[in-house]
Structure formats: C-alpha cells, structure tokens
C-alpha cells in the first residue's frame, strides 16, 4: 500500500517562493506518474503539475507555466514542487498524487494515492 506525505507547506508574501516535498513510501512507484493538485474551500480539486517516477517530460497547469517546477529524488523516494513568484491565487491546499495511469489534467482529479495535504497561504 503506497503512502505519500507533503511537507514544506506555509505563509509566504506575494512575489515569494516555497518549496513543497512529498515522501513516497510504501511501495515502488516506479514507471508511476506523480504530480501535485491544489484544492480551495468549494472549488474542486485541480491539476497543477505532474511527472513520471521513471523521468520524462514534466507537465504544467497553464496558470502555474514558468513559475512552479516539479521534480523527483527517486533515491530519496521524494517527489517536490518549487513554487516562485507565488500569487494570492496560489493559496490553497497542495495534494501529492500517485497515479498508475498518467494524470488527465482536464478531468475531474483522480488518483490511486493521495496525501494529506499541506497548506500554502501567499499573502498580498
């Protein structure tokens, strides 16, 4: 049974930057796809970044292009999400995600594995 869990999370001014880790254990996720959702009170929870376990090309939510990058220490078993330039509109809780089958960024958020989530908060 896979088990991931997020840290880095917390309170950052606009225009900063943050990085989030996610420990994955439990099983090998290789040749799995990992990525990063984000969630807000009532809204659904959506596609930001993802990545394969095994490398390849990494994929980007539109609205987080050229400011947040996803990567992966497979020796350390640690998926990441480093965030620059972080907005007001980035608030919201940051889900690490496993999936056996790649991630499908225009539909509802599915995966086999999530975490716990962690909180990020951009300041204005």
């Known amino acids: 049974q896979g088990q991931l869990r997020e840290s880095g999370g917390g309170l950052v001014q606009a225009g900063g930057s943050l990085k989030l880790s996610c420990g994955a254990s439990?099983?090998?996720?290789?040749?799995?796809?990992m990525g990063w959702f984000r969630q807000t009170a009532g809204k659904e929870r959506e596609f930001v970044a993802a990545v394969n376990w095994s490398g390849g090309p990494e994929y980007y939510a539109d609205s987080v292009k050229g400011r947040f990058t996803i990567s992966r220490n497979t020796f350390k078993s640690e998926l990441y999400l480093h965030m620059t330039t972080l907005q007001p509109e980035d608030t919201a809780t940051y889900f690490c995600a496993a999936r056996s089958g790649p991630f499908t960024p225009t539909a509802p958020a599915e995966a086999d594995y999530w975490g716990q989530g962690t909180q990020v908060t951009v300041s204005s």
């Open positions: 439990g099983q090998s996720f290789k040749n799995w796809h």
